[in-house]
């Protein structure tokens, strides 16, 4: 009798946990869209020496980044060999761009980020993929993996949907309205001050890139260089847009995107990755040797 | 004896579990049911909203001019052109940049130089007293919109150089989607800022003057044209060694 009732609770209790997961289910079909977060990787133990991003566990307010200016940040100071930090975006369920013919963005920029580790490994240089398959880690997440290094460089990879197919562009954020250029409130109401930073020598995690603005232009300016001598029809200059994942992360930091799923074949896309990941480690190297006076191999 | 009872009590375990399993997918087929039924109720609710966003907007102060409007360019789809279109605006600048967004939206000359997906529609507008616009626009601006950072660039900068070019007393632009501020547009540009609508050096031909707030900025681009820069909010002055803000490729020839 008493095996009888254990018996019956253990079912009730597999029950349970079966409607559970229908209700979980469930939910994540009534929410369709969004980046899917896989449970956070364990962050690297940060360096020390290097400035210290606090990623607010609530609104405290944006504030001013703090922390040495670029040209006395750990970037150019420290004698550490620098991290490539290669971002396949997208994966998991999130394919990002894919086309009637079954092509996805996800799988190809992970393609181009495995051959263009090769090509930086060539060059002396260290690197890691924020995701090694299909997976799809959060921005933050990938962040964290620049941002825990003291001389990280981000490299993010796109595919569009859109664009004349075979060309590539660079990208980087654009820079900081000057201040006066802040619209003037037109109610008496005293014109907008930044709040001082709380935590001083800390930078707020949602304004990271802030301090390499430039530096990160200028990076997107050797690689566009590189990408119009091998991409015919690509832009001679790179292009300053608001992108998410580049926000918060604390170094130079691009975004790469090529032109475009809609090709008729996979092939074509396939073809230009190899003279890609060329034209991306010519400029990290370019980059390295012009802004930090260090060839990329004699760290090593 | 033993093995008898064994046995029982075995099958009624196995025909508990198999009543349980039964009654789990029929729970199972029922959720799947329900979710699909909300989904179409989302769906239908923001139908019915964007009905009445989607009637023309009209006021008696509607003049027609020429309109610059910002869509595809008719030989490549990697830059905007502006193209000139007869519309009757108001001289209400929230209602004006509301007509313009509708325009936008459904009067795009050629569908393959469409920047804002045919199922978006603008849900409300507010402008306020310093030149932030605050736009809300339905979900399927986030979800119809092509992925890629040159379809989400092209897609804001329409909007952006649209009304640059039309209200003047516009000086930024707050993207929400069904009320909320969102992380990105469709994965990629960034929604948490505001876009700068800098002013062109020159109005459109025709375009009456609107009333603006006293102060104007300096225009701080050459030839006219809009660059859309994101700014922070609020704005924090550039750290040390960051370069004051440069004039990029003209917004009408490369986005």
């Known amino acids: ?300 | 004896m033993k093995m008898t009872f064994g046995w029982r009590r075995w099958l009624v375990a196995a025909s508990i579990l198999a009543v349980l399993v039964v009654i789990g997918i029929f729970m199972f087929f029922g959720l799947r049911q329900r979710v699909s039924r909300l989904g179409q109720e989302e769906r239908n609710a923001e139908q019915s909203e964007r009905a009445v966003p989607r009637a023309a907007i009209t006021t008696p102060t509607d003049q027609t001019i020429q309109a610059h409007m910002f869509w595809l360019s008719a030989t490549t789809h990697d830059t905007l052109e502006p193209v000139d279109i007869e519309l009757p605006l108001s001289a209400d600048p929230a209602i004006r940049a509301k007509q313009l967004i509708q325009a936008l939206i459904t009067q795009v000359p050629d569908p393959a130089r469409r920047t804002l997906p045919a199922d978006a529609s603008l849900l409300q507008l507010y402008l306020m007293p310093d030149g932030t616009a605050v736009a809300d626009f339905s979900d399927a601006l986030a979800t119809e919109t092509p992925s890629g950072i040159l379809s989400e660039q092209l897609a804001v900068n329409s909007i952006v150089n649209t009304l640059a070019a039309n209200v003047a007393s516009i000086r930024r632009l707050k993207i929400l989607i069904h009320g909320q501020e969102t992380q990105t547009l469709a994965g990629h540009v960034d929604l948490t800022g505001f876009f700068t609508v800098s002013a062109p050096l020159s109005a459109p031909a025709g375009l009456p003057i609107l009333p603006t707030n006293p102060t104007r900025l300096p225009p701080t681009t050459p030839g006219g044209v809009t660059i859309l820069k994101h700014e922070s909010a609020p704005p924090t002055p550039p750290a040390s060694g960051v370069s004051a803000p440069k004039p990029a490729q003209p917004a009408p020839k490369n986005r």
């Not at chain 1, 060539?122 to 993929?129: C, D």
């Not at chain 1, 001082?196 to 997107?220: C, F, I, M, T, V």
């Not at chain 1, 992108?243 to 992360?249: A, G, N, S, V």
């Open chain 1, 1 to 300: 009798m008493l095996n009888r009732s254990r018996l019956v609770a253990i079912l009730i209790a597999a029950l349970c946990a079966f409607g559970a997961s229908l209700d979980a289910v469930s939910v994540s079909r009534a929410q369709p869209g969004g980046q899917q977060s896989q449970p956070p990787q364990a962050p690297a133990p940060r360096a020390t020496g290097a400035a210290p991003i606090v990623k607010p566990q609530s609104q405290l307010g944006p504030f001013s980044p703090a922390g040495p200016p670029p040209s006395q940040s750990p970037f150019f100071t420290e004698n550490v060999p620098p991290l490539i930090v290669l971002d396949p975006a997208h994966g998991g369920t999130d394919s990002g761009a894919h086309s009637s013919s079954g092509i996805n963005e996800s799988d190809i920029v992970l393609e181009y980020a495995r051959l263009m580790r090769v090509a930086l490994e060539a060059e002396g240089l260290r690197v890691i993929l924020t995701r090694e398959g299909d997976q799809n880690p959060s921005f933050d997440d990938r962040a964290a993996l620049a941002n825990a290094s003291r001389r990280a460089i981000f490299v993010s990879l796109h595919v569009s949907t859109t664009g004349t197919p075979g060309t590539v562009r660079a990208y980087s954020l654009p820079a900081l309205p000057a201040p006066q250029s802040f619209p003037v409130p037109a109610l008496n109401l005293p014109p907008p001050v930044a709040q001082p930073n709380p935590h001083p020598g800390l930078r707020d995690w949602n304004h990271a890139q802030e301090p390499y603005l430039d530096l990160s232009r200028k990076l997107a300016e050797l690689v566009q260089v590189q990408l119009s001598q091998r991409f015919r029809g690509s832009p001679d200059t790179p292009t300053a847009v608001a992108i998410r994942q580049l926000r918060t992360i604390a170094a130079p930091a691009i975004a790469v995107e090529v032109s475009s799923v809609s090709v008729p074949n996979r092939g074509q896309l396939e073809d230009m990755s190899s003279p890609l990941a060329q034209a991306v480690a010519k400029a990290v190297a370019d980059f390295l040797s012009a802004y930090t006076g260090a060839s990329p191999g004699a760290s090593q």
